[in-house]
């Protein structure tokens, strides 16, 4: 069965602080894709990634930095956390024509 | 600037009635779009999508595309409970990345 798996699911960090988020896929897809939820923003796209080594920037990546390790595996990195980057951040991964199929998200809050 | 505007914010239907949900592009680059729907606690999950202008049935659930006007619409037909959950309209830069630009999304509420 197709899956996308985030940890952690909640993650408590300080402003200043180093948080990674991770993400794996087992659907074999090559495209991988960060968006964070915020309320009255919809979902916003952060990085994404055509395949391993790859990074693509989307359209709010200031503050943070993302790596796709392997095919299955994207990570996105906050190095100096902010309290306007606590949000739900979801990882999502698809193929070219193919809707994105979508985590259970990670739940951040910086102090 | 906003690319996908979505409509109503919230949305309060009786049990088997309609829901209706409306999506506006301003960018005539989005020739298709998909639906998702997200249940509180929950990551977005795809609905259906429309490539074509006229409309498509899912069981439920019909979405309708007007390219001209770049609107599209879901309309839930009989709603269900289970259907209350926030609805997003999407809509791809490019067809080969899967790359979405999603809407602010809608509410919906269906009262028992």
């Known amino acids: 069965e197709a899956a996308v798996t985030q940890s952690p699911r909640n993650k408590v960090t300080v402003t200043g602080g180093n948080v990674t988020l991770s993400c794996r896929q087992t659907n074999s897809h090559n495209y991988m894709y960060w968006y964070r939820q915020d309320t009255g923003h919809g979902l916003r796209l952060i990085h994404y990634s055509y395949g391993a080594g790859n990074l693509q920037i989307g359209d709010v990546p200031d503050g943070y930095k993302a790596t796709r390790t392997t095919q299955e595996d994207f990570f996105l990195l906050l190095e100096l956390a902010s309290p306007s980057q606590t949000s739900l951040y979801f990882c999502?991964?698809?193929?070219?024509?193919?809707?994105?199929?979508f985590g259970e998200g990670t739940r951040l809050s910086v102090l | 600037q906003q690319k996908v505007q979505q409509s109503p914010e919230s949305l309060s239907v009786p049990e088997g009635g309609m829901a209706s949900l409306n999506c506006t592009s301003s960018?005539?680059?989005?020739?298709y779009f998909w639906w998702y729907r997200q249940h509180s606690g929950e990551g977005p999950k795809a609905l259906m999508?429309?490539?074509?202008?006229g409309d498509k049935k899912e069981g439920r659930f019909t979405a309708h595309l007007n390219k001209a006007s770049l609107h599209v619409s879901l309309h839930i037909r009989d709603s269900q409970p289970s259907d209350s959950a926030l609805y997003f309209c999407a809509a791809p830069h490019n067809t080969n990345t899967g790359k979405l630009t999603f809407g602010d999304g809608t509410v919906l509420t269906v009262k028992p």
């Open positions: 999502a991964s698809s193929d070219s024509n193919q809707a994105p199929l």
């Open positions: 999508s429309i490539f074509s202008d």
């Open positions: 960018d005539r680059n989005f020739q």
